[in-house]
DNA sequence: CGAACACTTGATGGACTTCAACCACGGTGG
DNA sequence: CCACCGTGGTTGAAGTCCATCAAGTGTTCG
């Protein structure tokens, strides 16, 4: 998938530009608030007064987009480098929910500062803007897993994401943890979390990774990619 | 600019808060140039430079994600007042293609000059910032709907969408001709076109709407509505 | 230790897809 | 003018994949 010079793979290149972003020149604008999170711990719920976007420290916290009719949907996992709140800028409350898979830190930085430093950071406002992008480029993805992909290719094609963004960290992406239930990484793919479990077993069935519950190994990288890429075999 | 109070249907206070722009006062800045497109006229293709935004001016467009195996995805349609190319911000090529579905009129709007523009007219980086952020909350209105509602449910929310979005323009949201095939609709909603076909008549057949190919009566929009959010009946 | 939760696995049914035929419309050219 | 064809849309029948229901295992934590 050439098409983009980097940004190879869109659903890793993601909102981690901010990861980069001088926070000591930052404090001078903004105040940087610290808060530390326990597993299942909102960070914020949909309908609460939106403040301030936040800074994933550590941790990991999928986004919880709902209805009033009590359905919901995972719209995304954050870690470390990510930014959480974006999709609320414009409104006044926060479109969705934030929840921490584990504990963790987050750097929560008030929205209205931030955007008088844009106007004195060039850069930052770029790359609020560039994250901002980048967000919605993800979703497309998304889209069009969902979309065009059946259950093995979507969880194929999870995992292959979820271990770019552990390289991206300077982790394996040869082996790792999964933060999440099968129930959350099922919602995320529009799948039941039955289906998931099914799909993880056949992958390793397949010798294209090793499963224990949450622990993954990946056994046949490129085979991975090609499952998750739309290939049939 | 009001920061929108409302936006409780996420899916239609989008981006169209551009559609109430000072143009006189961006042409200080940006030179806008029109072009004309014409039905199945690709605007621009995933994989060109990315140098503009454009602003649809009329007619009606849909941007379409592909990926290198030949699967693509309808991400969105676009009409008067809306912002096309935003996705692509921050990358050298365009991420995804716009294909006009019918003539009309878009205008492009160099993104050098609208960077400058931004520097000096804050409500401009304003309202890009909030078109970027709507997009997100649309995308992700998107997800819960595909991931939550079954075939019925999707139409049923499409329609109630399109109504929404054509009343916005001042034009009938109890009478309307789609814009776009049923293949279209049902690569966006991740159905299959003779499954929307289906659903269509359906629908028509509970006395929700009354159908005929493109044009769409809407019968019973308390009804439509609550088939559109995830009730059973 | 036991209860709650997460995950796995099996059996069954249903919703959507697939394949196929058919119809309606619009344009073209004989 | 109308036969002809191509495209888009509808409808039917069969098949597939995933959801659902249900049971059972493993793990964690009070």
Redesign the interface.
Known sequence: ?????E?TD?RTAHAA?FADLDFDLLRRYVQVIRHKLTADQYLYHAGQPFQALYFVHSGCLKTV?????????V?GFRMRGDLLG???????QH??SAVALEQGEVWELPYPAMLTA??EL?EL?AK???A??????Q??????N????NAEQRVASFLVDVAARYARLGYSARHFILRMRRTDMA?FL?LKHETVSRAMTRLDDLRLIAVERREVRVLDDAGLRRMA???AS
Chains 1, 2 share one sequence.
């Open positions: 998938m050439n098409m983009q010079a940004a869109t530009a987009e709902l209805a009033d009719d009590g359905r919901d949907q719209t974006i999709e609320s800028i414009g409104l006044r479109a969705c844009c106007r060039p406002q609020l803007t560039a901002l992008a980048e967000q919605i480029r979703d497309h993805a998304w889209m069009l969902v979309g065009t992909l919602n529009a890429a739309g290939c």
